[in-house]
């Protein structure tokens, strides 16, 4: 599968969890100031920087700059979330940073493993945000597990309730029968963190939101 390709496979992965999960982008008014180190809302950056501020707190340059909608997009290579790898991107509305992403490009030849990273991930989240407000796993088909739909709608019907252990939930993701995901908030910052899957293929990314002030 092509690069190009991969990445429009994430785009509608996403898409489709973002609106599953409700959120919606709004326009937000940012201060013109320069804003402290101590309200840092996605790795080194804050909302309302603009794309030459961003760049200037990250080490190493974008590896690539694209306009998409009328949005600005830095993407960067490879950097580190606790003990997995992946890619952030920044992307900035009228020159203004509103939303980032983490996109976790871990790599396992055991699917059920891409679970262990979502709970890892979990772990780092709770840390920063507290409780999810909202958390699901949505079940669209059962027929890798030994359970019918109508249990594991209501028995494993959250992330929590599905481990690295369980029988083949990783392959159950990779086909799109299995998502989950958790938002939490607070009053800067929206984060929705995602695992999904299509066509054998897993993404395990977070999507970073800024709060209307």
């Not at 920087?49 to 600005?72: F, K």
């Not at 407000?133 to 599905?162: C, F, G, H, M």
Request: glycine content about 6%; some cysteine.
């Amino acid at each position: 599968m092509s690069l190009d390709r991969s990445r429009d496979r994430q785009g509608a992965v996403i898409r489709t969890m973002v609106t599953i999960a409700g959120i919606v982008c709004v326009p937000i008014a940012f201060a013109q100031h320069e804003a402290k180190p101590s309200q840092l809302d996605f790795r080194r950056a804050v909302w309302g920087m603009t794309p030459a501020q961003v760049i200037e707190t990250e080490p190493d340059r974008p590896v690539r700059t694209s306009d998409s909608n009328g949005e600005v997009v830095l993407q960067y290579g490879e950097s580190n979330l606790g003990t997995l790898t992946g890619r952030p991107v920044y992307v900035f509305a009228k020159d203004r940073l509103v939303r980032a992403k983490f996109v976790v490009e871990q790599q396992h030849g055991d699917q059920n493993e891409f679970i262990r990273d979502f709970h890892a991930v979990e772990s780092l989240l709770k840390e920063r945000y507290g409780k999810p407000n909202e958390e699901r796993a949505v079940w669209e088909d059962d027929s890798t597990q030994d359970e019918t739909k109508n249990y594991l709608d209501q028995d494993r019907a959250t992330p929590s309730s599905i481990l690295p252990s369980d029988r083949l939930v990783g392959l159950a993701v990779a086909l799109g029968h299995l998502r989950l995901y958790t938002i939490r908030e607070d009053s800067r910052t929206k984060v929705l963190h995602v695992l999904a899957g299509a066509d054998h293929q897993i993404t395990h990314q977070l999507e970073y939101r800024a709060v209307p002030q």
